[in-house]
């Protein structure tokens, strides 16, 4: 057979020429902004050309501070297609940790959304590589030349320029084609480089009937950020497949993703659990039509069956989890139930972490590395191989994380004969309480399937007797009240007693990561600061 790379540039080449009407829709606020595939091919080109006046060759790193928008549409297939790196910053981050992590990347130019600028601004005085900054839209951009840049605007950057441009056709598919940085709740971010040909396989692998099932029918809108592991591979899947982009850009509040849905038909979205447990909230006080809705993939922590059934049972939308890591590019597995199971056998399936898609393999690691079988119940860490799992961080760092081969994941759990993995924890987030572990996922889904309940984080407390034990932060719905007793009560129908919470705080807020996860780092740390009211059960 002939050997021919696989590479963005030919997802490029073919959505935007077969499948040039699929839309890009940006949202406003206002008047949606209208693009088509065909348009953003002839941007993309123009972009190459207008990055290559600014030096950019080889495979030097062009960073992205930006929104879901076409703008960053056309840098995600313009930047790998020329055969630089495509480099997504995480807007949510520090000045200081977005500084650390360009000058990690060795990013040289930065495309900036007009919005974000002064953050940015914040952060470039101590970005040693970067020579330009790119603007889109408009803003004030002197605090960016004050930083010592050389600032371009997008618009007049690309004016004027070919809209074809003479696109390598001997990139190798190995090469690196995109990179993303982990949020580092622990310790310094790492870096992960995906290749073109990782990136392909995964997109092909999202478009299968058993994943997300993209066809050009499809209109999908990645709510999940485009810098927050690729979009979780919708940007390229729906190229490749030509389905249609529904672009959030800053518009982010339930609001306005419900209008998107139902003015825009949207058939396929793709969020973490917190957004769409706000989403759910806001239909049911105000309704909205979900009535295109075909999928809601869900994942980036773990879903709770309350979320799915009620978007199932009140909106007839299927909520489909699924399990990855920036490290897995990042879809590792999905949860869609065996043939035939039915009810809770089905539900069983679909609370997993789900089953390996091909291409991911997984296995189950004890303590003394040994690997464990895979039946269902010895409980270890997950370890994953695969052509879009990456074989290394960016620098070597962190070299432990590999193992023969496989990625140690952090996540403890288990994988059944199917395939279907269950997470009970990460690693760094399990309860040690006498010797045996608890789940801190568990105890979490089981509490937010209580009516009063908003949301809640379960993390592990020194205690002198047990070593640990598990403390309950939870969020109470507005004009509703429930004691400790009683969602103790209630959780007591499906947990062991040894494993019920007995230290309880309600607070306002469970605080979040950059990318919309349960912070617990920050739990613990204001527990241990005293910060908290808890209330204690003897
Ligand atoms: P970060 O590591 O910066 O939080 P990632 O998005 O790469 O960013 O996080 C990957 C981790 O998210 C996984 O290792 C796992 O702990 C968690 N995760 C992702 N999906 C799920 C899921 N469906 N259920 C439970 N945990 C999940």
């Given at each position: 057979?002939?050997?021919?790379?696989?590479?963005?540039?030919?997802?490029?080449?073919?959505?935007?020429?077969?499948?040039?009407?699929?839309?890009?829709?940006?949202?406003?606020?206002?008047?949606?902004?209208?693009?088509?595939?065909?348009?953003?091919?002839?941007?993309?080109?123009?972009?190459?050309?207008?990055?290559?006046?600014?030096?950019?060759?080889?495979?030097?790193?062009?960073?992205?501070?930006?929104?879901?928008?076409?703008?960053?549409?056309?840098?995600?297939?313009?930047?790998?297609?020329?055969?630089?790196?495509?480099?997504?910053?995480?807007?949510?981050?520090?000045?200081?940790?977005?500084?650390?992590?360009?000058?990690?990347?060795?990013?040289?130019?930065?495309?900036?959304?007009?919005?974000?600028?002064?953050?940015?601004?914040?952060?470039?005085?101590?970005?040693?590589?970067?020579?330009?900054?790119?603007?889109?839209?408009?803003?004030?951009?002197?605090?960016?030349?004050?930083?010592?840049?050389?600032?371009?605007?997008?618009?007049?950057?690309?004016?004027?320029?070919?809209?074809?441009?003479?696109?390598?056709?001997?990139?190798?598919?190995?090469?690196?084609?995109?990179?993303?940085?982990?949020?580092?709740t622990t310790?310094?971010?790492?870096?992960?480089?995906?290749?073109?040909?990782?990136?392909?396989?995964?997109?092909?692998?999202?478009?299968?009937?058993?994943?997300?099932?993209?066809?050009?029918?499809?209109?999908?809108?990645?709510?999940?950020?485009?810098?927050?592991?690729?979009?979780?591979?919708?940007?390229?899947?729906?190229?490749?497949?030509?389905?249609?982009?529904?672009?959030?850009?800053?518009?982010?509040?339930?609001?306005?993703?419900?209008?998107?849905?139902?003015?825009?038909?949207?058939?396929?979205?793709?969020?973490?659990?917190?957004?769409?447990?706000?989403?759910?909230?806001?239909?049911?006080?105000?309704?909205?039509?979900?009535?295109?809705?075909?999928?809601?993939?869900?994942?980036?922590?773990?879903?709770?069956?309350?979320?799915?059934?009620?978007?199932?049972?009140?909106?007839?939308?299927?909520?489909?989890?699924?399990?990855?890591?920036?490290?897995?590019?990042?879809?590792?597995?999905?949860?869609?139930?065996?043939?035939?199971?039915?009810?809770?056998?089905?539900?069983?399936?679909?609370?997993?972490?789900?089953?390996?898609?091909?291409?991911?393999?997984?296995?189950?690691?004890?303590?003394?590395?040994?690997?464990?079988?895979?039946?269902?119940?010895?409980?270890?860490?997950?370890?994953?191989?695969?052509?879009?799992?990456?074989?290394?961080?960016?620098?070597?760092?962190?070299?432990?994380?590999?193992?023969?081969?496989?990625?140690?994941?952090?996540?403890?759990?288990?994988?059944?004969?199917?395939?279907?993995?269950?997470?009970?924890?990460?690693?760094k987030d399990?309860?040690?309480?006498?010797?045996?572990?608890?789940?801190?996922?568990?105890?979490?889904?089981?509490?937010?399937?209580?009516?009063?309940?908003?949301?809640?984080?379960?993390v592990?407390?020194?205690?002198?007797?047990?070593?640990?034990?598990?403390?309950?932060?939870?969020?109470?719905?507005?004009?509703?009240?429930?004691?400790?007793?009683?969602?103790?009560?209630?959780?007591?129908?499906?947990?062991?007693?040894?494993?019920?919470?007995?230290?309880?705080?309600?607070?306002?807020?469970?605080p979040?990561t950059?990318?919309?996860?349960f912070d617990k780092k920050v739990i613990r740390q204001r527990?241990?600061?005293?910060?908290?009211?808890?209330?204690?059960?003897?």
């Amino acid at each position: 057979m002939m050997d021919i790379p696989l590479t963005i540039g030919e997802i490029m080449r073919h959505g935007t020429t077969v499948h040039r009407d699929a839309e890009v829709v940006t949202w406003t606020g206002d008047r949606p902004r209208r693009a088509t595939f065909g348009d953003i091919g002839r941007r993309a080109a123009q972009l190459a050309g207008g990055l290559r006046e600014l030096g950019v060759t080889a495979d030097q790193r062009v960073a992205t501070f930006q929104w879901n928008n076409q703008e960053h549409l056309a840098a995600y297939l313009a930047i790998p297609s020329m055969g630089a790196v495509l480099h997504t910053l995480n807007i949510r981050l520090s000045p200081d940790q977005v500084a650390w992590i360009a000058n990690h990347a060795e990013d040289h130019v930065v495309i900036v959304d007009g919005s974000l600028v002064p953050l940015l601004a914040r952060a470039l005085p101590e970005c040693k590589t970067v020579r330009h900054v790119v603007v889109t839209g408009k803003a004030d951009t002197s605090p960016l030349a004050a930083a010592g840049a050389e600032v371009h605007s997008y618009d007049e950057l690309l004016a004027g320029k070919p809209e074809r441009f003479d696109w390598p056709d001997d990139l190798d598919e190995r090469s690196a084609a995109a990179m993303c940085y982990t949020s580092g709740t622990t310790g310094n971010p790492k870096g992960v480089t995906y290749s073109h040909r990782s990136a392909y396989l995964h997109s092909m692998a999202l478009l299968a009937g058993e994943a997300a099932g993209l066809t050009a029918a499809d209109r999908c809108l990645p709510v999940v950020p485009m810098f927050h592991a690729n979009a979780w591979g919708i940007p390229y899947g729906a190229v490749m497949a030509g389905a249609s982009l529904v672009m959030p850009d800053r518009f982010l509040q339930a609001q306005p993703l419900v209008e998107m849905v139902g003015r825009e038909r949207v058939t396929v979205s793709g969020a973490v659990p917190s957004i769409w447990n706000d989403v759910l909230r806001h239909l049911r006080e105000h309704g909205g039509d979900f009535s295109a809705m075909r999928v809601v993939l869900c994942g980036g922590s773990a879903v709770p069956r309350a979320l799915m059934q009620a978007f199932e049972e009140e909106m007839g939308v299927k909520v489909l989890q699924a399990w990855g890591m920036t490290e897995t590019s990042p879809v590792a597995s999905i949860a869609t139930p065996p043939v035939g199971a039915e009810g809770e056998e089905a539900w069983r399936y679909r609370t997993s972490a789900g089953r390996m898609i091909i291409g991911v393999q997984g296995r189950v690691v004890g303590d003394d590395d040994s690997v464990l079988p895979s039946d269902g119940d010895a409980v270890g860490e997950i370890e994953v191989r695969g052509p879009w799992v990456t074989a290394r961080y960016n620098s070597g760092a962190d070299p432990d994380r590999f193992h023969d081969g496989w990625l140690r994941t952090g996540d403890v759990g288990t994988i059944d004969e199917l395939g279907f993995i269950t997470i009970s924890d990460r690693s760094k987030d399990v309860i040690k309480s006498g010797g045996e572990w608890i789940s801190s996922v568990e105890l979490e889904n089981a509490l937010m399937g209580h009516p009063t309940v908003l949301e809640a984080a379960v993390v592990g407390v020194p205690d002198t007797r047990w070593e640990e034990r598990p403390l309950a932060a939870v969020v109470v719905a507005e004009g509703e009240s429930v004691s400790p007793d009683e969602l103790r009560d209630f959780l007591a129908g499906s947990v062991p007693k040894w494993q019920l919470p007995d230290r309880w705080a309600f607070i306002p807020e469970v605080p979040k990561t950059s990318v919309g996860k349960f912070d617990k780092k920050v739990i613990r740390q204001r527990y241990a600061d005293g910060e908290l009211d808890v209330y204690e059960q003897r």
